[in-house]
C-alpha cells in the first residue's frame, strides 16, 4: 500500500498508484464528466462508471476535499495508523468510538498509549480520533429514508411467545 499523501497526489498521473479512497475515485470521476442522469453518461464515462459514482455521492466521499483528505492523513500520525486504518477511516467517517474499534485493527492494543508513549484510556483515544475526523472532514451525508432502519411489515405485528395472550391459555 502506498502513502495515502503520495496516492493522493500522483492518482490521476499514474495507471497503477495503489489503492484510493473513494474520495479519489469520485473526483477521478466527475472530472471524467460522471453525472447520475445515466443519459448524461453517455459517451463521457461507462454505465458502470455512473453506477460507481452515484453510489459514492451517497458516501462520506461526496463532501470530502483534497485538502481535508491530505490534512487527516497528516494530522493523524500521533495515532500511529497504518495506511488501511487511515483509507477506512477517510472512506467511511467514523461517527462514534465504535466505529473506530470497528476500522481500526487491534485499536485496543494500539491506542493503549498515546504517541508519547504514555498509558491512555484506549477508549478516550477512539474518541479524541472521532474529534479529529468531526474537526477535518464535513458532516456525512444523510440517509435517505428508505435506508433508514425499518422491520419488514411481517415483523410489526407479530408478537413474541412471551406475549401470547394469557387468556387464550386458560382455554
Known amino acids: 500500500v502506498l502513502n495515502i499523501q503520495s496516492s493522493l497526489l500522483f ?12 474520495f479519489e475515485v469520485l473526483d477521478f470521476l ?5 453525472k447520475t442522469d445515466p443519459m448524461g453518461c453517455l ?9 460507481v459514482y452515484e453510489y459514492l455521492l451517497k458516501t462520506p466521499a461526496c463532501n470530502q476535499t483534497r485538502e481535508s483528505v491530505t ?5 493523524c500520525e ?3 495508523l497504518t495506511d488501511a486504518d487511515k483509507q477506512n477511516i477517510i472512506n467511511w467517517r467514523p461517527t462514534s468510538a465504535a466505529d473506530v474499534y470497528a476500522m481500526v485493527e487491534e485499536c485496543g492494543k494500539r491506542f493503549c ?12 483515544r477512539a474518541k479524541e480520533l472521532v474529534a479529529l475526523v468531526n474537526e477535518i472532514f464535513p ?16 415483523e410489526v405485528d407479530a408478537k413474541p411467545e412471551d406475549e401470547v395472550d394469557m387468556d387464550m391459555k386458560d382455554s
Do not use: I, W, Y
Open 43 to 51: 459517451g463521457a464515462v461507462a454505465a458502470s462508471e455512473c453506477k
Open 139 to 154: 458532516a456525512p451525508p444523510a440517509k435517505p429514508k428508505d435506508e433508514v432502519d425499518m422491520k419488514p411489515e411481517d
Open 11 to 22: 492518482c490521476s498521473e499514474k495507471a497503477n498508484a495503489g489503492h484510493l479512497t473513494n
Open 78 to 80: 500521533g495515532f500511529k
Open 30 to 34: 466527475r472530472k471524467r464528466g460522471a
Open 113 to 124: 498509549k498515546d504517541e508519547r508513549g504514555v498509558p491512555q484510556d484506549e477508549e478516550d
Open 71 to 75: 490534512e487527516f492523513a497528516s494530522t
